[in-house]
């Protein structure tokens, strides 16, 4: 806003202290969208440690030649349960679960989102299908070993518990499905009297973009790892090629859900980048609508390349053919996005703070890991980097160094409001070092060692590669580094940061209009929008 | 290092692909960061204090539209025609069947011949039919820039022409279970007289060797004859002969060793003698040790190659 | 309320008992016919198959679950959703009908 | 000042809540649509089999199915008329019908599931492990998706059983035209799914 008709009142106390319940009830039994999203916060940070944590552990591995600290077996569970854990508990709920939650009703001028109830059964879901997943790890016969995809026929066969790794992402589907159904209601219901859509905030188009895919990707990947449950249980033939089944079908299935939901991961992102360049440039962003339609083209072509990750599966001729294609479309889109961004900073009145320069170390690592993306479309490329470090590197570029970084970027940049407190502002600059540094000595060695020819899923390589592996695993620590003084420095603000103020960056969006942290009404009459979302023009500089 | 030596037409071809979309993709990533990082300082607050509400620009946005977009359509149109190149084996190529399971590589040639390596004429064109035998695996070797999937119930069809002499890694790129990282072998690039000498050759001919400078693999083709049928039918992929543990059981000490096997369901103790030795590797589905699965395949040896197999195993104590 | 998303929810707004005992009808002569056209072999059987259910399945959208009367978001949502589905048989085809 | 945005933002908002009903129901028919795209990649590679598949399918039995879920449909949507007219009375009795037509839905279903099992047709048993590759996976299938259905069934049955009792006991918030609304699209998408089921399975196979 956004413009509004009149300012705010600000009496009511902030949802922080504001609860009928008590304790733990005041969390685990509420349904404001803001105390959801705070549930979604803390249970996704944990599980991102825990990734983090056996991302670590792996890069050990490759310290030496053959064995260092565990089996074959043991390193192949690592993988797969980082990736789960990466993937289905920590970027594709990431943003929208937490941020979205939090600002889409704050952004659209909302009490909260149209199914609050569903809401806090959405995160249910999650927790529940994330402690399963946890579980699988120690019941059965061990941990899955199969990588997160669950390719069939080797996840057919494999001993370890499978089954219960896959009823795991089941549920956590289903908490993402419930969670896009409920922002697709509130953005077409709930918006304020004058909020049109193209006085939304960028934010929530990318919230409404990730919202469809979900809903319509989503219930693919759930039938599909019901089919292996059963195929698992009953042997009911569809996959198993011993059976007349067929691999190769598991793999579109599986990918036509899995290719839409690394857009799931990304959209957020790049809609928290869009709100946040704004704000620190002081002036409109560069491009409203060519943001806003390029997210809902992003979701609609992201549905058309699924098989660029069967290249050399077998796939016929012409599917190869066109599959290549609509992958260079898709990235035009993406291209827009950033070249936007890039304008908006032309002629601004910049002020430099954390959550600018993680914002632009954002744009920086997710072009390396687009274009490396498009290498990969290329199809004589493809198969040469095919399943090896090349991919791992590519997608830690997008997933970390996008998804990541933007969520640390929007942490730096909503914390205060959502806490009310504000972080240690030198400390946030002096964790980009390591953690950049460490970031591209880790992922960009992988890159070369991936064309070089080194395998991913190897739990030992040949000597060829041994250098690549020691560079990356120091390249680790540092990350390792970079991301405990970063979150050590949030941790000390949860209870020792200064006050922040309501507005502390001098944002126009209508969150900004509010205390911080909110009142529980998030407004205390209902605002009247009647400008564009980012008009600087007249507005207090910080 | 020799990783990216290039080996074959393929991966040529491969690189210079590779390098057309890398120096595009540098030259977009210099200028997207350089600029940032202009714009960043000199529209600093304190250079420019007001900021200047600039909206949008329609020319500049159909530029950035259209000029990735003709770009991008080139590396696809590049990208699709160097790869249909490795898809499409000329007519004379010799067809070689790949065939993978947990955890080896079996290459079987025209003539029936067989080998756990796969010996490669320099020049000349060779197809390979690639098939699984349990899981999905993936054929890969990095020096040709080649990789194939190999799927059950399917043959996945690609091919190479090698340029260089030498011996090159085969890997497995797909995950196939614990011994996934050890599922590799060779391609060795020899002479085409060296080539023909064996293939044409007798069933135990020693298998064409690289010019003295490059070593072959320690183990194979040196010691007793059996040991080199050991390594040649890949048998040492799942068996070691130091007591390691492998998907099968180990070699050492396995003559006269106690076996408890299961038969037709039932479990009972044998001795390893030399009948059951026969036995076990003629029909090792017929009594499977216990605690083993019973994925061994039945590899066709010959008496000869039996005798010497048998020879050699009484040996390792 | 939204004016552009608002859709007339007041008052009833379905059909009346006449047009839907009608449908119902409709519905099992459709049934009717699609088994008699599968009598006639594989190839009727297909056409059947592409022809008739599609519209039965119109049928129950359009007045059982009162499509004809609602706005056009939900219109416009059936659509983005048969789109969809329609574009991943379309690209799974790109596969399989060229093996 | 709390228990209003807790409870729901606007309880009012019934076309909201058609919208996420709506929603819902686009998960349901991706859902489907995924074992859909599976049935046409496998009939695409075993034509022949599929055929001979669906040779061994009760044709009477599945027809019988389609005109009880069709019924079925029909008292739904009176239930839903009724609902809208206020005559509270009415739209339960025609849930009730609704709950008993499907009742015999999954009856009648059972039967023919029966039938099968006792010819050693499931999936590991006898016969079927016996059939050539092809028919294997159209039965594979036919469980599956028809097994999938039944669940949606039942699960349909339970929440109209539940509704045509809050009905005759006079809640207020049943007699709001909203659940039993949602409620009677959940039916009819479950009665779309077996309208293509039937000639995928019984008659086009
Ligand atoms: C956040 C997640 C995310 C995102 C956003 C992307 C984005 C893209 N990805 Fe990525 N990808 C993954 C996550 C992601 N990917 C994961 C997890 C895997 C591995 C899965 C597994 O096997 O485990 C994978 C694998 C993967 C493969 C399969 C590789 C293989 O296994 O063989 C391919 C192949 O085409 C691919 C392509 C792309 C492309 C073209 C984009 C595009 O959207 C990128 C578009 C962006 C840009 C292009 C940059 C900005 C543009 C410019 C600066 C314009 C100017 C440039 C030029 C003119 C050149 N990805
Ligand atoms: C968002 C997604 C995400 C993120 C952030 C990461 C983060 C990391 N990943 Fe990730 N990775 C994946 C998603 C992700 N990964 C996926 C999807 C796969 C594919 C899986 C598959 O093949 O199936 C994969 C695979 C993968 C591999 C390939 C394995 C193989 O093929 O053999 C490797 C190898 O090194 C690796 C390493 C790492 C490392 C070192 C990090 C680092 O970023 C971690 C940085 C670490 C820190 C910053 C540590 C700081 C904290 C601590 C030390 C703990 C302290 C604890 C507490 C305070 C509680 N990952
Ligand atoms: Cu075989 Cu990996
Ligand atoms: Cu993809």
Redesign the pocket.
Known sequence: MTTLARPLPHTLPSYLEDSPRRGLAAWLLSTDHKRVAMLYLFSMV?F?????????L??LE?WTLGRTLMSAQT?NA???V??????FM??IP?LPAVFGNFFLPLLIGARDVAFPRLNLASWYFFIVGALLAVLSLFTGKGAPD????FYVPFSLHSGTNVTLAVFAAFVMGWSSILTGINFITTIHRLRAPGMTWHRMPLFCWALYATSWIQLLATPVLGITLILVILERSFGIGIFDPAKGGDPILYQHLFWIYSHPAVYI?ILPAMGAISEILPTFARRPIFGYKAIAYSSLSIAAFGSLVWAHHMFTSGMSAFGNMIFSLLTMIVAIPSAIKVFNWTATLYKGSIRFSPALLYAVSFVFLFCVGGLTGVMQGALAINQHVHDT?FI?GH??YV??GG??FAFFAALLYWFPKMFGRMYDRKGAYLSWFP?FV??NL??FT?LVLGYMGQ?????DHLPGYHTGHLV??V??WF??????LL?GNFVRALFKGEKAGDNPWGGVTLEWKVPSPPPVENFEETPVVTGPPYAFEGEAQP | MGFLNPAATSAQKVDAVFLFVFVLSVAFLLFITGTIVYFLSRYNWKRHPKAEAVEGNTALEITWTVIPLVLFLVMFYYGWTEFSYTRNPPRDAMAVEVLARQWNWTFTYPNGKRTGELYAPLGKPMKLDIRSADVIHGFFVPAFRLKMDAVPGRTNVTWFRPTALGSYDVECSV?CGADH?YMLSKVVVVSEEEFKRWYFGPEDAPPPALPASEPMRAGAGEGSPGLAVLARKGCTTCHSLDGGVAVGPTFRGIFGRRDVVVKEGLEREVTADEAYLRRAIQDPQAEIVKGYPPSMPTSPLTERELDDVVEYLKTLR | MRPETAAPTEGVHGPDTRTLVLVWLALLGLTALLVGLSALGQRAAVLGLLTLTPLKAALVFYFFMHLRYEGALLKAILLVTLGTLLIFFGLTYADVAFR | MTSGAHASAHPSDAFGARLGMWLFLVTEILLFGGLFIAYSYMRSRYPHEFHAGGKELNVFLGVLNTAVLLTSSLTMALAVDRIHRSRVRAAAGFTGATVLLGLCFLGIKAVEWGQKFGHGLYPGGPALLALPPGEKVFFGLYFTMTGLHGIHVLAGVSVLTAMAVLLLRGSAAAARPTLLENGGLYWHLVDVVWIYLLPLFYLAA
């Open positions: 944990s991102f440690f825990v990734g983090v944590t056996l991302g670590i792996m890069r490759q390193y690592l993988f797969t980082h990736g789960v854990v990466m993937i920590f970027v990431g199969t990588g997160w995809t991961m470090y791992v997608f830690h997933m970390f998804t990541g953690l460490g970031f880790l992922y992988m395998p991913r899923r190897y739990y990356a695993t390249g680790s990350l390792a580094a970079g991301l405990l979150f | 995950i990282s």
